[in-house]
């Protein structure tokens, strides 16, 4: 029988928080140029630089920023300095990399090497592009996660039919797909259904496995 998937605006009913990749894509540009527009700096950096070494990479970047601070020449401590000490901004870090020295989180929030200030839009755009996963986080700790903005992979019908599986059976099976544990088992299923339907047999499998991650 064929999969009936469930709509956009159902699943933005049912599932809080849970949106399209064109959604959040709309998303990071809306809050992060607003912020821009209004002359606030800031500041971007990427998780190749949390602990080179000894926390993998996983595509995931951050942007900071303090509402107060409209001058580049400003520390990135104006922004960061406190934010180590946030048990909800230590808690984005352990659930993406697993539990880690608070050392690496305070370092990399705090050495200005880490962060660019950026004050365009082209500039903004050019570091999403980069990015699986982006947080916006404010000076006090505030944070909003934008999952996949702009990866290319999900445009392609193995992300967009994989991206519907996967939501559908977290929904079914009550599975919170922020923990990495009910991700594999919805992604493992979501994966076993779509192949054994065979409703659409030229689509790639290997290349889902292979942007595993990108779902995440």
Same mark, same amino acid.
Request: avoid cysteine; charged fraction near 25%; aromatic fraction near 12%.
């Given at each position: ?58 595509? *995931?970047?951050? $942007? ?6 409209? +001058?580049?020449? /400003?520390? %990135?401590? !104006? ?22 020295? *608070?050392?690496? $989180? ?6 200005? +090497?880490?962060? /660019?200030? %950026?004050? !365009? ?33 999900? +445009? ?61």
């Amino acid at each position: 029988m064929k999969k009936q998937f469930i709509t956009e605006a159902t699943r933005l009913q049912k599932l809080a928080g849970i949106i399209t990749e064109s959604e959040y894509k709309n998303l990071t540009e809306n809050k992060a140029l607003d912020l821009i527009n209004d002359g606030i700096i800031l500041y971007v950096s990427d998780d190749s630089k949390l602990a080179p070494g000894f926390v993998k990479p996983r595509g *995931i970047g951050f $942007i900071v920023y303090n509402v107060a601070i409209k +001058d580049t020449s /400003k520390s %990135i401590l !104006s922004v960061t300095g406190t934010l180590s000490k946030n048990p909800k901004i230590v808690q984005i870090f352990n659930d993406n990399y697993g539990v880690i020295d *608070i050392n690496y $989180i305070t370092t990399f929030l705090t050495n200005p +090497d880490n962060w /660019k200030a %950026i004050t !365009s839009e082209d500039e903004l755009n050019n570091f999403m592009s980069k990015h699986n996963k982006i947080y916006i986080i404010n000076h006090n700790g505030g944070s909003s996660e934008l999952k996949e903005a702009f990866n290319p992979f999900l +445009d392609t019908k193995e992300g967009g039919y994989m991206r519907e599986y996967i939501d559908s059976i977290a929904e079914e099976e009550g599975l919170d797909l922020s923990y990495r544990s009910d991700f594999d088992e919805a992604f493992s299923k979501a994966l076993q259904q779509l192949q054994s339907e065979n409703i659409y047999p030229k689509l790639n499998f290997n290349a889902i496995e292979a942007n595993k991650e990108v779902f995440f």
